[in-house]
T-cell receptor, first 112, second 116 residues
Framework: DTEVTQTPKHLVMGMTNKKSLKCEQHMGHRAMYWYKQKAKKPPELMFV???????INESVPSRFSPECPNSSLLNLHLHALQPEDSALYLC???????????FGSGTQLSVL | AQSVTQPDIHITVSEGASLELRCNYSYGATPYLFWYVQSPGQGLQLLLK??????LVQGIKGFEAEFKRSQSSFNLRKPSVHWSDAAEYFCAVANMFSGGYNKLIFGAGTRLAVHP
């Protein structure tokens, strides 16, 4: 299995909703990442987890809350989002912190 | 600060023609450089990477890239483009030494269109 699987593929939510994005990999990778990509823009790093511990938070607003319950799973909990948070959210993983990244297909999020 | 510049926002080529996508980087030390491809609504797929050694790097799908330190460039090439190559291409530099994590800094991307 050489895939990073993200669910759901599409999500529409209101500004008062609470939702979660899920990312899963079974490649034994110990580093996992969340990236945000606005339309027609490059991806921007949000969070990095290494060995299930949060290593990097790129000054992301607290309405985004990451969670790494185990080495294969990475969640992104969403609460009280704004319409400008609408974007493609990409999960990635790597064997170690300095290894190449494998990306999932992303969750296309629309906040109404 | 590290940065990546892709001067061409949009490129159109005919199927079968050769392709070169430009990438210039700014990085203090020896850079770790990548090219990724993204189809609409999809994640990113790694085409090739340069860490050290031979400056001409071969990748998947017939792509290659050449690292030129004197020009701070890492241009992507393909001798004959296929219609399925139409996508967004991102050049990226990795900040490997800031806390040791793999932070990819992406260029703005080049959208490739292929005419039949």
């Amino acid at each position: 299995d050489t895939e990073v699987t993200q669910t759901p593929k599409h999500l529409v939510m209101g500004m008062t909703n609470k939702k979660s994005l899920k990312c899963e990999q079974h490649m034994g990778h110990r580093a996992m990442y969340w990236y945000k990509q606005k339309a027609k823009k490059p991806p921007e790093l949000m969070f990095v987890y290494s060995y299930e511990k949060l290593s990097i938070n790129e000054s992301v607003p607290s309405r985004f809350s990451p969670e790494c319950p185990n080495s294969s799973l990475l969640n992104l909990h969403l609460h009280a989002l704004q319409p400008e948070d609408s974007a493609l959210y990409l999960c990635a993983s790597s064997l170690g912190l300095s290894e190449k990244l494998f990306f999932g297909s992303g969750t296309q999020l629309s906040v109404l | 600060a590290q940065s990546v510049t892709q001067p061409d926002i949009h490129i159109t080529v005919s199927e079968g023609a050769s392709l070169e996508l430009r990438c210039n980087y700014s990085y203090g030390a020896t850079p770790y450089l990548f090219w990724y491809v993204q189809s609409p609504g999809q994640g990113l797929q790694l085409l090739l990477k340069y860490f050290s050694g031979d400056t001409l790097v071969q990748g998947i799908k017939g792509f290659e890239a050449e690292f030129k330190r004197s020009q701070s460039s890492f241009n992507l090439r393909k001798p004959s483009v296929h219609w399925s190559d139409a996508a967004e291409y991102f050049c990226a530099v990795a900040n490997m030494f800031s806390g040791g994590y793999n932070k990819l800094i992406f260029g703005a991307g080049t959208r490739l269109a292929v005419h039949p």
